[in-house]
């Protein structure tokens, strides 16, 4: 690790187990929500994942802090082994190591009010100081007022309750914080807010932040680097801006295509690339490139039968495809019918 790169993760697995039997319970699979993950998150920094509902994003984030125990792989913090960890450091640890979770509503007590949502990890780790003083500026940081702290997380609307999450998550003043789908249970309007908070509390507090999502135009309002999950694997990993002027995989090309464009004319002549059948059963991984059974650039060699590596193809940018050279570069074309994964090479036969 270097001094910049805060958290370092290497060959990361989550395997849960598939169990049969009545009599005699065996396991007969795994299911392989994360299968292999490497990737740095930077000091100061924040990291955005994206990909499809049930690509692993959400577990990867909760085995990075432990919450969901790995398979196997490595996560080194800050110098520190966290696999390595008993119970007792491990606690001590996640002081430094945050959670703000998707349902603001779900991730607090009903039955505690703010105060003693908030007062609850400072007791825990003996933070210093008088708990009421620290509720008292937790609330002022995230912008509610300091009668709140009287009151039940049923009493507040929901962009309110997200604000309660994050003054949780930031009241020991940690160096990581794990945000999954911070806004998405949110409206549209309060989504703006809670964005512009965490920004503002990573520049006043020099957070470093790991952003889970499935909206594109979050992602990359928030981000400095963005990895790209597709079936339990990184697919593409890229500056932020980079990634949004061209992508390089075609899983990403096809969810950019995605995006809306708020301009009609723009809007109508520009192509979309449609993906062909669901998502494959983590369960049942494809052989070869995993993306290749959906792929409208799929070739008739090396995508079903060869596991392209993760790699540099350009100065900060990895990609996970045999054939990302020749896409862009439009050598190769994706099939002209959605229905139709078969692609061609420029000027072959067909």
Known sequence: MTDDVLMSVRGLKVHFPIRKGVLVDRVVGHVRAVDGVDLDIRRGQTYG???????????????????VEPTDGTITFDGTDVRALKTEPMRLLRKRLQMVFQDPLASLDPRQSV???????????????????????LLDVVGLPANAAGRY????????????????????????????????????????????????????????????????????????????????????????????????????????SAIPIPDPVVEERRERILLTGDLPSPANIPPGCRFHTRCPFRQ?????????????????????????????????????????????????PV
């Open 49 to 67: 994942l994206v990909g499809e509902s049930g690509c692993g994003k959400s577990t990867l984030g909760r085995a990075m802090l432990r919450l």
């Open 115 to 137: 105060e003693s949502v908030l007062t609850e990890p400072l007791r825990t780790h003996g933070f210093p100081g008088k708990p009421a003083d620290r509720v008292r500026e």
């Open 153 to 256: 997380p049923h009493e507040f609307s929901g962009g309110q309750r997200q604000r309660i999450g994050i003054a949780r998550a930031i009241a020991l003043n940690p160096d990581l914080i794990i945000a999954d789908e911070p806004v998405s249970a949110l409206d549209v309007s309060i989504q703006a807010q809670i964005v512009n908070l965490l920004e503002d509390l990573q520049e006043q507090l020099g957070l470093t932040y790991v952003v889970v999502a499935h909206d594109l135009a979050v992602v990359r309002h928030v981000s400095d680097t963005i990895g790209v999950m597709y079936l339990g694997s990184i697919v593409e990993e890229s500056p932020s801006d980079d990634l949004y002027a061209e992508p390089l995989h075609p899983y990403t090309i096809a969810l950019m």
């Open 300 to 348: 008739t060699t090396r995508c079903a039968d060869e596991v392209p590596s993760l790699r540099e193809i350009r100065p900060g940018r990895k990609v996970a495809c045999h054939w990302s050279e020749e896409i862009v570069s439009g050598r190769i074309q994706a099939a002209a019918s959605s229905h139709d994964p078969t692609a061609t090479e420029v000027g072959a």
